[in-house]
């Protein structure tokens, strides 16, 4: 009982973070979900530069393309068609790397090699990262993403 007030508090503030954290302003999630997409395009980059470098090829990331390819309307036109031929490369890819996995596990063999030219996959990704830094240059004046401020929940429990 003498610790109800001290919980109650805390449970008031953690349910003052959800509430703010829904009511975000539009450009605000635009912004994060471009910078999140950049940074996916960023590591699709670095693996297609070290594919080659690898006995078991990693498949690429697409995550954030999966979530929110839908929520993309406020980018030109040009940017959305580059990300999609991108991303739909990259799907193909990580077809075949699944593939090639479980032909190596029917064949009962620790190592698979995937023969795959990731090359194609240079051009792509170099125009969506140029167009999503060009969209960043435009909104907020910086190519940078804006820095992340801790919230309460991040005090309370550990940054991310």
């Known amino acids: 009982m003498e610790n109800l007030p001290l ?6 503030l953690i349910a003052l973070q959800i509430f703010f954290m829904r009511r975000r302003n539009p450009e605000r999630t635009q912004q994060e979900l471009v910078v999140n997409l950049l940074g996916e395009v960023k590591i699709n980059e670095v693996l297609v530069e070290t594919f080659s470098l690898r006995q078991k090829p990693k498949k690429f990331e697409v995550t954030m393309w999966e979530v929110n390819k839908n929520r993309l309307k406020f980018l ?5 068609r580059t990300l999609s031929e991108a991303f739909g490369m990259i799907e193909d890819f990580n077809q075949q790397i699944d593939a090639a996995k479980k032909a190596s596990r ?3 063999s620790a190592s698979y090699k995937v023969d795959i030219d990731v090359n194609e ?11 999503l830094e060009q969209w960043l240059l435009v909104t907020i004046g ?3 993403p804006p820095p992340k401020y801790p919230s309460i929940i991040d005090y309370l429990f550990g940054g991310r």
């Open 7 to 12: 919980i109650l508090m805390i449970a008031a």
């Open 76 to 80: 030109a036109k040009s940017v959305q």
């Open 106 to 108: 029917k064949a009962k």
């Open 121 to 131: 996959l240079k051009e792509p990704l170099a125009r969506s990262r140029q167009g």
């Open 142 to 144: 910086t190519k940078d």
